[in-house]
């Protein structure tokens, strides 16, 4: 009977081992060329946590059941604790992380030297032991609650954390009540091991394929970001910029005037022809960056011509569009360039106008370059404000 369970319980360590690499392999594979650090946090973090099976699997092995039960208690909180701090890092990409693994390296201390010698299946045993993952598996879904922008695949990764939380909990109460740890050394040939291992392993399907889902979700978000991005100015793409600009507009609460500003770069033919397409590229790239510079929070800006850039300011008055234009003219002329000499300067004329509740884009947008040329007519380096529209 013992050998069977000992099969078992083996069995049940090398699934979620292989549960771990393979995890950790896909976390890596997903964002081996992408900047959503959150990947390589699990990816560590599911690495660890095969650690820890393979240290179980081992714990009869180990000389020190001190030593082995510090080692399989800090393998699987610097886990989970690398997962809390990925999210954490991921949602508020200004947090400070060093507390949390103060913390965590003071219950994996705290074990090394108090926690091994209390009673086993004890309730002071269990619950410091089991009670440090289920705190920082919370902390992980409050985060993700907290903090994430409420999406589906947020709300069920923190369904899942939560679910972890109460497993640890649920073991630091019935670990006591049924009396079921005796000692990491006897774990593999204990029904607990198996009743643990199998709860472990549907846990950890369920965590990993939750926070693959969201990792995989990060980068195609910024594949099709970089995609709507001028590759130049940096600035949207025309086609993104006038997709997302009719996004906007249909969802503006009634009654909200939208601001457009349309910019075109004065004589930029003349600067290609002249100093070549090195010059013209950099005086494209600058000027993307000083309208991105300029724009508000909330604000579209996209590149929607050679050298033609267009502005989008929800909850804009004629007031704010003025600024905005004003800001760009002064930022063109004082712009100096590698590609250009020192006395070169760059202007910039602009049309603006507001767009009338209900309003087609393509009519405002249509107005606004009858202001661009009236502005072009007028001298350069000008901006006009087309009359204002109708309500449509």
Request: proline share 4%.
């Amino acid at each position: 009977m013992t050998d069977a369970k000992l099969t078992d319980a083996t069995f049940l360590l090398l699934i979620n081992g292989a549960i771990g690499l393979t995890f950790a392999a896909a976390f890596l594979g997903t964002t081996w060329r992408s900047s959503v650090e959150l990947g390589r946090w699990c990816a560590t973090a599911f690495v660890c946590a095969a650690a820890t099976v393979l240290i179980e699997a081992l714990a009869r092995d180990i000389p020190s059941v001190r030593l082995a039960s510090t080692l399989s208690f800090g393998s699987l909180m610097a886990a989970l604790s690398l997962i809390a701090a990925g999210l954490r890092r991921h949602y508020r990409p200004d947090s400070h992380l060093g507390w949390l693994g103060a913390a965590a390296l003071l219950a994996v201390v705290f074990t090394a030297l108090a926690g091994v010698d209390l009673p086993r299946g004890g309730w002071a045993q269990a619950l410091t032991y089991q009670l440090p993952f289920a705190a920082i598996l919370a902390f992980a879904a409050g985060t993700v609650l907290r903090h994430a922008p409420g999406r589906a695949v947020d709300l069920v990764l923190a369904g899942v954390l939560g679910l972890c939380a109460l497993q640890f909990a649920a073991k630091a109460v019935l670990i006591p009540l049924e009396g079921a740890d005796n000692g990491v050394r006897d774990y593999l040939t204990s029904a607990y091991a198996r009743y643990s291992q199998t709860a472990g392993s549907i846990l950890s399907l369920m965590l990993g394929v939750a926070l693959l889902a969201l990792v995989v979700r990060e980068v195609i978000a910024e594949a099709t970001g970089r995609l709507e991005r001028d590759g130049l100015s940096g600035v949207l793409t025309r086609t993104a910029f006038l997709e997302r600009a009719e996004r906007l507009a249909e969802a503006a609460p009634p009654g909200t005037r939208i601001g457009l500003l349309l910019c075109d770069l004065d004589h930029f033919k003349a600067i290609n022809d002249r100093f070549g397409h090195p010059a013209g590229d950099e005086v494209i790239r600058r000027f993307g960056a000083l309208l991105a510079a300029c724009a508000r929070q909330g604000d579209l800006c996209g590149r929607i011509g050679g050298e033609e850039f267009c502005l989008l300011m929800p909850a804009a008055d004629v007031e704010a569009l003025a600024r905005i234009a004003a800001a760009l003219r002064t930022g063109a002329e004082q712009m100096r360039f590698a590609w250009l000499p020192e006395e070169r300067r760059i202007t910039a004329s602009l049309g603006g106008t507001l767009i009338a509740p209900g309003e087609p884009l393509a009519s405002a947008i249509r107005r606004a370059d009858i202001a661009l040329y009236q502005a072009k007519a007028d001298g350069r380096n000008r901006y006009r404000m087309a009359d204002r529209p109708e309500a449509a």
